[in-house]
T-cell receptor, first 115, second 117 residues
Framework: AQSVTQLDSHVSVSEGTPVLLRCNYS??????LFWYVQHPNKGLQLLLK??????LVKGINGFEAEFKKSETSFHLTKPSAHMSDAAEYFC?????????????FGTGTKLQVIP | DGGITQSPKYLFRKEGQNVTLSCEQN?????MYWYRQDPGQGLRLIYY???????QKGDIAEGYSVSREKKESFPLTVTSAQKNPTAFYLC????????????????FGDGTRLSIL
């Protein structure tokens, strides 16, 4: 079975402080992992992806995530939050199931950035 | 620029009415997907298609129907059998949907917001 858990439904940070959005996953096989961002009334935009290469993945807009197999985690971080980072973030796991790609989305974390 | 176009952006449905949401992509992707998004529930898969003239039910297909007559197009019909259709609907595509390419990300349109009149 494949699942993904985003540990916080809401995160609030001050502008200029670090961001940490937590994600834990479960997968029977070596999964691919993704983080997407969604601004209000928009589609999802890919931030970064992990596909069994380097465990520290750098994405767009200064975000990065570290794949930790022992902890089954894929947390998203950014050193310094910007007002434009306020959005909803989704952790996604993709793996093999019955011979085809199965994609499972987390329930999302809303990031609020306080000026 | 390549991308996915969903239309309309806002749609209203009357009681007993079927409505169709459009999704067009010019990315030359084989696989296309429809998701429903409700607050606090993430995205739930309605239907997906890996190739023209073939599609499969997702986790919440009841009350919905699709067709895939062209590679570029994957319209979704919300039928009158769907009793709670109010939601944000997202269409996505990926290069392929088969096992060997599970590391390919999905590309999303900007969504259609469906409401009941």
């Amino acid at each position: 079975a494949q699942s993904v858990t985003q540990l916080d439904s809401h995160v609030s940070v001050s502008e200029g402080t670090p961001v940490l959005l937590r994600c834990n996953y479960s997968s029977s096989y070596s999964p691919s992992l993704f983080w997407y961002v969604q601004h209000p009334n928009k589609g999802l935009q890919l931030l970064l992806k992990y596909t069994s290469a380097a465990t520290l993945v750098k994405g767009i807009n200064g975000f990065e995530a570290e794949f930790k197999k022992s902890e089954t985690s894929f947390h998203l971080t950014k050193p310094s939050a910007h007002m434009s980072d306020a959005a909803e973030y989704f952790c996604v796991v993709s793996g093999l199931s019955g011979g085809y790609q199965k994609v499972t989305f987390g329930t999302g974390t809303k990031l609020q950035v306080i000026p | 620029d390549g991308g996915i176009t969903q239309s309309p952006k806002y749609l209203f449905r009357k009681e007993g009415q079927n409505v169709t949401l459009s999704c067009e992509q010019n990315l030359n992707h084989d696989a296309m997907y429809w998701y429903r998004q409700d607050p606090g529930q993430g995205l739930r898969l309605i239907y997906y298609s890996q190739i023209v003239n073939d599609f499969q039910k997702g986790d919440i297909a009841e009350g919905y129907s699709v067709s895939r007559e062209k590679k570029e197009s994957f319209p979704l019909t919300v039928t009158s059998a769907q009793k709670n259709p109010t939601a944000f609907y997202l269409c996505a595509s990926s290069i392929v949907g088969i096992a060997a390419y599970s590391n390919q990300p999905q590309h999303f349109g900007d969504g259609t917001r469906l409401s009941i009149l």
